[in-house]
């Protein structure tokens, strides 16, 4: 059974978080029992928005990507289920109304579970696909707007972050002030089992480990931007974040407009004329 903490591609999410032992109850069972019907038509409620409008569809990506999150984190976080995008993006490629795709992207990166699929589904899009931004396109949301035909950015706009991370809280210190302490045994050749487990320390080799899934993250990271975006320079992804200008003179954008503008940009690249 994998135990891995997952890895995160964002600006600024958090790691942890505190749930009520009701919450845990609940997941613990959810894989016997099934998910009840009033969190299906949850689930179907919060999913990423669609429209078409002279033949120009408009998909909307907002917040945390994660690959099927808990709905608490959906509500009261603003996570997005990346599963339920890349659904999405695939049901307008076969949708005949749909000549392009505009991604409306405002999100600051997540989780690289489930991400990578989204990034080929566009990279390998038969539709012209213009990704869109004027809050943020971060981390793991750049990382799938990249492979658009073309991307477009307010002046504004918080694009790149290209990179890739880790992060645990390491409290055994503090529990073994308070007199607890967390023990882990596990099969001899385990050395990475358990890594990360709250409240056990961090060996310096499963501390190596992490740093591996980290940087393995990014070359993928890297070279999926680079097969869509080559004029990008090494030194523009070293994960800073920058402005729409600064983004469009290191190549990470297009051009800089507002949505309507890249509407009529999807529109002209449907119809085979240059952008």
């Known amino acids: 059974m994998a135990n891995n903490l997952p890895m995160m591609l964002a600006t600024q999410v958090p790691m942890i978080e505190v749930r009520a032992a009701h919450t845990l109850l609940r997941e613990a069972l959810q894989p016997a029992l099934g998910e009840p019907e009033s969190w299906r038509k949850a689930r179907q409620a919060l999913a990423p928005r669609a ?78 696909t213009v990704a869109w931004v004027g809050g943020m396109m971060c981390s793991l949301a750049y990382w799938i707007g990249s492979q658009a035909s073309a991307v477009i950015s307010t002046r504004s706009a918080m694009v790149g972050s290209i990179g890739a991370y880790v992060s645990v809280v390491d409290f055994h210190r503090m529990l073994a002030n308070a007199g607890i302490e967390v023990k882990v045994f596990r099969n001899k050749e385990g050395t990475f089992k358990a890594a990360g487990m ?75 004329q240059p952008v």
Do not use: C, W
């Open 51 to 128: 429209t078409v409008e002279n033949g120009i569809a408009v998909l909307e990506i907002s917040g945390v990507l994660a690959y099927r999150p808990d709905l608490g984190d959906m509500f009261f976080d603003g996570f997005e289920d990346s599963s339920e995008v890349l659904a999405a993006y695939r049901r307008l490629q076969t949708d005949p109304e749909a000549k392009a795709v505009v991604l409306n992207v405002n999100s600051p990166g997540g989780f690289s579970v489930g991400g990578a699929e989204i990034a080929d589904a566009v990279f390998k899009s038969t539709k012209p």
């Open 198 to 272: 709250p409240g056990a320390p961090i060996t310096d080799d499963q501390a190596a480990e992490f740093t591996r899934q980290a940087q393995r993250s990014f070359d993928v990271f890297r070279v999926d931007v680079l097969r869509a975006r080559n004029a990008i320079p090494d030194e523009a992804m070293q994960g800073q974040v920058f402005d729409g200008q600064q983004a469009k003179r290191h190549g990470l954008v297009d051009a800089l407009g507002d949505l309507e503008y890249a509407k009529a940009v999807a529109r002209r690249l449907a119809k085979g």
